[in-house]
């Protein structure tokens, strides 16, 4: 299997900042990676896909960058309903692997 | 507009079987491939299988081999889930995802609200 390490696994940021988060996989898979967004008790949500097509109906403060085995998802200036999990996951085997997800939280 | 209803949370005893379903609407149903992803308590996202809306072939995730079986109700428009042998790790939210393609792109771009399954004796 190819394994996605997030980094960090938490962070906590005010509104108005910006924030990165990344990912890397364990071997390459090209662009085949997509990011969800998570908040408690809800279902996971696209954001991104393959590397960097923005979901329609997605906010452009939210980007995602990367090939290979190194990825971010940036966004440009948090607002208060970005306060979620994040989560990135590979297409590129047939046996899609997610990583263990970034806990966003409010400083 | 999309959307996807699935059926409610069920408790198992170890050992037992559970099937969740998941009912589409808003979109041409066998048009669309459908993926199983679960999520146990503080865990990641754990993909499971799919299957061709279209024709009704499924491919599981070897993680999963031999215990889980996906079909697909066209009538209906629903997608179902049946998992066996349950264990305790078995414990966990899963979730019916659409496909943004026909045949498998990998892309989930709408889900279910979620099924809890609890194994516990």
């Known amino acids: 299997d190819i394994q996605m390490t997030q980094s960090p696994s938490s962070l906590s940021a005010s509104v108005g900042d910006r924030v990165t988060i990344t990912c890397r996989a364990s071997q390459t898979i090209s662009s085949y990676l997509n990011w969800y967004q998570q908040k408690p008790g809800k279902a996971p949500k696209l954001l991104i896909y393959?590397?960097?097509s923005l979901q329609s109906g997605v906010p452009s403060r939210f980007s995602g960058s990367g090939s290979g085995t190194d990825f971010t998802l940036t966004i440009s200036s948090l607002q208060p309903e970005d306060f979620a999990a994040y989560y990135c996951q590979q297409i590129y085997s047939t046996h899609y692997t997610f990583g263990q997800g970034t806990k966003l939280e409010i400083k | 507009q999309v959307q996807f209803v699935q059926s409610g949370t069920e408790v198992k005893k170890p050992g037992a079987s559970v099937k969740v379903s998941c009912k589409a609407s808003?979109?041409?149903?066998?048009?669309?491939?459908m993926h199983w992803v679960r999520q146990a308590p503080g865990q990641r996202l754990e993909w499971m299988g799919w299957?061709?809306?279209?024709?009704?072939?499924?491919t599981y995730s070897q993680n999963f081999q031999g215990r889980v079986t996906i079909t697909r109700d066209t009538s209906a428009s629903t997608t179902h889930m049946e998992l066996s042998s349950l264990r305790s790790e078995d414990t966990a939210v899963y979730y019916c995802?659409?496909?943004?393609?026909?045949?498998?792109?990998?892309?989930?771009?709408?889900w279910g609200q979620g099924t809890l399954v609890t194994v516990t004796s």
């Open positions: 808003g979109y041409s149903f066998t048009s669309y491939a």
């Open positions: 995802a659409r496909d943004r393609g026909s045949y498998r792109l990998g892309i989930f771009d709408y």
């Open positions: 393959t590397a960097s």
């Open positions: 299957i061709n809306a279209g024709n009704g072939n499924p």
